[in-house]
T-cell receptor, first 112, second 110 residues
Framework: RKEVEQDPGPFNVPEGATVAFNCTYSNSASQSFFWYRQDCRKEPKLLMS???SGNEDGRFTAQLNRASQYISLLIRDSKLSDSATYLC?????????????FGPGTRLSVLP | DGGITQSPKYLFRKEGQNVTLSCEQNLNHDAMYWYRQDPGQGLRLIYY???????QKGDIAEGYSVSREKKESFPLTVTSAQKNPTAFYLC?????????FGSGTRLTVV
């Protein structure tokens, strides 16, 4: 069973803070990585891809560390609306059909 | 608009009853998936399908069944053999690793 693990959280941070989450994966052959955002009682929605060179989208930065087999998500200047659970998704090269495995999620609460 | 539609949004099941959750997509995606999510937990894969008329068991397939007679449709049946079916069920389709999820069905046993 290929494992994808995340910081359990919850992360409670004040507005304006910078917060970072990690997601570790066990299969060194994994090549594709994504971050999803899930609001309470809603479906996950794609937040951003994670490229080898990193990826930045506004206040959000995703990084990949292949040597240590983890990806990270950095959120700068946190907003109340960033409160959600963040799921990482990692492809599983050994299982073509179920080719992505989701982490259990990290819950973020941004406090006023 | 292309998307993935799940119905119903809420479903109540009596003990010993089979129920079917609908999932339809018009994204022309080949791959479709069913996940179960319990409160405060991650997504657990129930079944997946890469092509029409083919599907594979995921990590928690016991007590569930699926069919894939059309590319657009991937219904999930929760059978009476599933002893603890109360959960949030999510259907997804994917292309090149990009997953699109339906809005989910919240199933409760009464």
């Amino acid at each position: 069973r290929k494992e994808v693990e995340q910081d359990p959280g919850p992360f409670n941070v004040p507005e304006g803070a910078t917060v970072a989450f990690n997601c570790t994966y066990s299969n060194s052959a994994s090549q594709s990585f994504f971050w999803y955002r899930q609001d309470c009682r809603k479906e996950p929605k794609l937040l951003m891809s994670v490229y080898s060179s990193g990826n930045e989208d506004g206040r959000f930065t995703a990084q990949l560390n292949r040597a240590s087999q983890y990806i990270s998500l950095l959120i700068r200047d946190s907003k109340l609306s960033d409160s959600a659970t963040y799921l990482c998704a990692v492809n599983d090269p050994d299982n073509y059909g179920q080719n992505f495995v989701f982490g259990p999620g990290t819950r973020l609460s941004v406090l006023p | 608009d292309g998307g993935i539609t799940q119905s119903p949004k809420y479903l109540f099941r009596k003990e010993g009853q089979n129920v079917t959750l609908s999932c339809e997509q018009n994204l022309n995606h080949d791959a479709m998936y069913w996940y179960r999510q319990d409160p405060g937990q991650g997504l657990r894969l129930i079944y997946y399908s890469q092509i029409v008329n083919d599907f594979q068991k995921g990590d928690i397939a016991e007590g569930y069944s699926v069919s894939r007679e059309k590319k657009e449709s991937f219904p999930l049946t929760v059978t009476s053999a599933q002893k603890n079916p109360t959960a949030f069920y999510l259907c997804a389709s994917s292309m090149a690793g990009y997953y699109t999820f339906g809005s989910g069905t919240r199933l409760t046993v009464v």
